[in-house]
């Protein structure tokens, strides 16, 4: 089963949850996905026993050899490449390119467009006592992280339980890693920013048409703003986790919610079991 904790802000919690998740979870991976800016390394202290360089083919225009005829650059939807006729010049934006290959399949000409490896980041695998880690860092200036978190999910293993901790917002990067999950878990403060970027992320992943559920952090009495949302959407709360200074204190060691929380593992466990159970309800009813 592959459950992906994702939230519409940064802060929430995102990766107290999904770290204590992975830990609770039995046989599990934790893949951390937020790429730009992964911290899970920080509670789970895994060792690492590989890294891998990840990269993904770009065009490299042959201009001794190009006739600039223009079926790259009309090719690419994502307007990655300028063809200039009259000038015989060819321009390549690799931070529009997106790594189809179209653009080498229409060329006409052979070797005047070829696709070179460029580097987007770096994949870490390891391991703690309890749990295989799977880590991405982006390259610094890499306009997107989407294709390094695809790279990833190739290495994930199919038959274990994962936790993928994605990266906050709605935009691709958020869509990517939660793609082929079983379920989604969205974690949120009870705030109205907290509920703003919820009901964002909500939205998005209503499209994607797969099961999900609410976990509130830093719980407290103001949680009536999202539980109101929450009962008007027919959206589960399978947790709360209570705005705790002991918690917090000890976040910042970089203990794992799990372990500061009182019953933090009956807490996580909990909130596993109920997922676990929503993904085979909706199995069976398709």
Request: some cysteine; overall charge negative.
């Amino acid at each position: 089963m592959w459950i992906t904790v994702a939230s519409g802000k940064g802060g929430t919690g995102k990766t107290t949850i999904s770290v204590s998740l992975a830990i609770a979870a039995n046989n599990a991976v934790y893949v951390d996905a937020d790429v730009e800016e992964p911290n899970g390394a920080l509670f789970l202290n895994p060792t690492i026993d590989k890294e891998i360089v990840y990269t993904e083919p770009v065009p490299e225009i042959h201009t001794d050899k190009c006739i600039f005829c223009g079926k790259c650059a009309d090719a690419c939807v994502y307007k990655a490449i300028v063809i200039l006729k009259p000038l015989k010049k060819a321009m390549f934006f690799s931070e529009l390119c997106h790594s189809c290959g179209l653009c080498a399949y229409v060329c006409p000409v052979e070797g005047a467009l070829i696709e070179v490896p460029k580097e987007k980041g770096k994949i870490r695998f390891g391991h703690t006592n309890k749990l295989e880690f799977i880590e991405g860092v982006l390259n610094l200036g890499e306009a997107s992280a989407t294709p390094l978190i695809r790279g990833m999910k190739k290495y994930i293993p199919k038959d274990k339980n994962v936790i993928i901790d994605a990266p906050p917002g709605t935009s691709c990067p958020v869509v990517e890693s939660t793609e082929d999950s079983d379920f989604t878990l969205l974690v949120t403060e009870p705030t109205p920013f907290g509920l703003n970027d919820l009901m964002l992320t909500v939205s998005v992943i209503k499209q994607m048409h797969m099961p999900f559920g609410i976990v509130v952090n830093k719980s407290s009495k103001n949680d009536v703003i999202i539980d109101e949302y929450a009962d008007k959407e027919g959206i589960p709360i399978l947790g709360r986790i209570p705005f705790d200074v002991k918690i917090a204190e000890q976040y910042s060691k970089g203990v794992p919610a799990i372990y500061s929380l009182h019953n933090g593992e009956a807490v996580f466990s909990d909130i596993y079991f109920k997922i676990k159970g929503m993904v085979e309800n909706e199995k069976q009813s398709k």
